[in-house]
């Protein structure tokens, strides 16, 4: 196992299972191999946990918690106890392509403390082809990470960003002080406080859910710049 290049992704839970499978699935088929899955799981009681021991992988840790409806807990636990350098979030009802962590991992990572790239939107069942604003947030116009997020909301899905763990150290990992539709945004701007070595990559790398029970639908998105295609 390379640890310089490994990568933890961590996967926060409640009553997942209608997701789950595909959601784990798609790491499991990824291309690029250095990798655990550290699974959050917020006192699921329905079949999430059977359904992830199914799958018989020693990639695969659980953790159980007590959140209390703040997912900061869940993302923090399993920031502790990552062993990879580098953290990538997945939430439970979205899921990557199969080449993902390999883009990813094969840019100049020692150049880059924060990486993120576009989605795919599925809704109603639909697979909606959508790009974010990429023009808007290059360095060419915005040279910092600061003022990217600060002119241009939060461009960034949680599902989409990889960071390495020592700068989420550094930042006191995720406060648990934010409100939840605005906590990937505070971190994100936290985090380019102390660091501007971010890339974006302008291609779809994975997929985002939305459906009515998920949190982020609650406020549409609405800090993320879309054009719907």
Known sequence: MDKENLVSIIVPTFNSEKFIVQCIKSVLDQTYDNYEILIID?????GT???VRS???NKIKIFSVINNGNVAISRNL???NAKGNWIAFLDSDDYWYRDKLFKLMNQRVEDFDLMFHNMDILKDY????QKLRFTRISKKKYPSLMETLLEE???M???AVIVRKSILNKIGNISLDTVSHSMDYHTWLTISKISNRFHAIDERLGVYRIHQYNLSNQVHQSHIYLDIL
């Open 42 to 46: 917020n006192n699921s009681i329905d």
């Open 49 to 51: 946990i059977d359904l």
């Open 55 to 57: 799958f018989n992988s």
């Open 78 to 80: 399993g920031i502790d």
């Open 126 to 129: 639909k697979l909606k082809r």
């Open 153 to 155: 909301g939060n461009p």
């Open 157 to 159: 899905f949680n599902s």
